[in-house]
């Protein structure tokens, strides 16, 4: 286990300028979250018919060239009002999550005109070995969506697992789908992965049609998961350490389709013009970019309208297992 106490850090994804946080959504459309940025989080969704809830974020007309479009976002200094603050710890961590006046009252978060962040706080007064900080949850859910989220710096630390990812907005879990687009522990690497009940294989040939993208998870590429033998699949072309993605700002995209699912990291002196004029194009161009990608058509696989989810977690099932012994 870890003899470091996790020193308060900030995380901050984010997407298009400014550098707040704001998610938005529309169909196809493309949501941006952040931790601490200077830009905001937006969801887009391809132009046709919305099939969940329109979010309540900003809105754009329905276009018909196949281009996505904004329906929602989170940005500013309200970017935290479109997120639900939760309490419960299901991975049994040493974080004290905290609702949104105290998260605000302690500074656990903090949002102003040009960035948002989530940080980690002083140790609970109120539960021994647990340090306050926050988990939120978008108030909107999507399905078929582009999702931009920009970042500055992400924490990381012996004992410290941040997470953004997405989440079924119902059922049980993993029925329904859970995508981890940015999640690693302690000082270990990176790793895209996706979770979900039933049956749900993956094609290995048509995983490495757009280059090498071995399963990290040494699943076969089968995403159903039921710990502690399945693990769930995570097909990366590539990985990087805790360290490296807290220097290295840019945009994590994800496109969800019917077909498949793709995640890109676009380095911050690389984003294209069409997101910089919040027109994303998401065409081949982009896959220079990618670095997981889940194709589903002909599977089995089932998944349900996803949230958006934002964490800082202290040990827990993952961190407190795999922690090297380190002192500072």
């Given at each position: 286990?870890c003899?470091?106490?996790?020193?308060?850090t900030?995380a901050?994804?984010t997407?298009?300028?400014?550098?707040?946080?704001q998610?938005?959504?529309?169909?196809p459309?493309?949501?941006?979250?952040?931790?601490?940025?200077d830009?905001?989080?937006?969801?887009?969704?391809?132009?046709?018919?919305?099939?969940?809830?329109?979010?309540?974020?900003?809105?754009?007309?329905?276009?018909?060239?196949?281009?996505?479009?904004?329906?929602?976002?989170?940005?500013?200094?309200?970017?935290?009002?479109?997120?639900?603050?939760?309490?419960?710890?299901?991975?049994?961590?040493?974080?004290?999550?905290?609702?949104?006046?105290?998260?605000e009252e302690?500074?656990?978060?903090?949002?102003?005109r040009?960035?948002?962040?989530?940080?980690?706080?002083?140790?609970?007064p109120?539960?021994l070995?647990?340090?306050?900080?926050?988990?939120?949850?978008?108030?909107?859910?999507?399905?078929?969506?582009?999702?931009l989220?920009?970042?500055?710096?992400?924490?990381?630390?012996?004992?410290?697992?941040?997470?953004?990812?997405?989440?079924?907005?119902?059922?049980?879990?993993?029925?329904?789908?859970?995508?981890?687009?940015?999640?690693y522990v302690?000082?270990d690497?990176?790793?895209?992965?996706?979770?979900?009940?039933?049956?749900?294989?993956?094609?290995?040939?048509?995983?490495?049609?757009?280059?090498?993208?071995p399963?990290?998870?040494?699943?076969?590429?089968?995403?159903?998961?039921?710990?502690?033998?399945?693990?769930?699949?995570?097909?990366?072309?590539?990985?990087?350490?805790s360290?490296?993605?807290?220097?290295?700002p840019?945009?994590?995209?994800?496109?969800?389709?019917?077909?498949?699912?793709?995640?890109?990291?676009?380095?911050?002196?690389?984003?294209?013009?069409?997101?910089?004029?919040?027109?994303?194009?998401?065409?081949?161009?982009?896959?220079?970019?990618?670095?997981?990608?889940?194709?589903?058509?002909?599977?089995?696989?089932?998944?349900?309208?996803?949230?958006l989810?934002?964490?800082?977690?202290?040990?827990?099932?993952?961190?407190?297992?795999?922690?090297?012994?380190?002192?500072s």
């Open positions: 286990m003899t470091t106490t996790p020193k308060p900030t901050e994804p997407t298009a300028e400014p550098t707040t946080a998610p938005t959504t529309a169909e459309t493309t949501a941006e979250p952040t931790a601490t940025t830009e905001a989080v937006n969801s887009t969704e391809k132009p046709k018919p919305m099939t969940t809830e329109k979010p309540s974020g900003t809105e754009e007309e329905t276009v018909t060239d196949g281009t996505y479009r904004k329906v929602w976002q989170a940005q500013g200094k309200t970017f935290f009002d479109q997120f639900n603050f939760l309490w419960d710890d299901p991975n049994h961590g040493s974080a004290q999550y905290l609702l949104q006046p105290e998260a302690e500074g656990v978060i903090e949002a102003t040009n960035y948002a962040i989530i940080r980690t706080g002083r140790a609970s109120k539960y070995y647990k340090r306050m900080t926050a988990r939120i949850e978008s108030k909107d859910h999507w399905k078929n969506f582009l999702s989220i920009k970042f500055s710096h992400v924490p990381y630390g012996c004992g410290v697992w941040p997470a953004l990812f997405t989440l079924a907005s119902k059922g049980e879990w993993p029925n329904g789908g859970e995508l981890d687009m940015l999640e302690n000082m690497v990176s790793k895209a992965s996706f979770h979900t009940g039933g049956s749900c294989q993956l094609a290995p040939h048509v995983v490495n049609e757009l280059g090498s993208f399963d990290r998870n040494d699943m076969n590429y089968d995403c159903v998961t039921d710990y502690p033998d399945r693990l769930g699949c995570a097909p990366n072309k590539w990985m990087k350490s360290e490296d993605w807290a220097h290295s840019g945009i994590v995209a994800t496109q969800w389709t019917d077909d498949f699912i793709k995640l890109f990291y676009i380095p911050e002196a690389e984003i294209p013009q069409d997101i910089k004029d919040e027109k994303p194009e998401p065409t081949s161009a982009w896959d220079r970019w990618l670095f997981s990608w889940y194709p589903l058509a002909g599977t089995s696989c089932k998944v349900e309208a996803q949230k989810m934002m964490q800082i977690n202290f040990c827990g099932d993952w961190a407190g297992k795999d922690a090297p012994a380190e002192s």
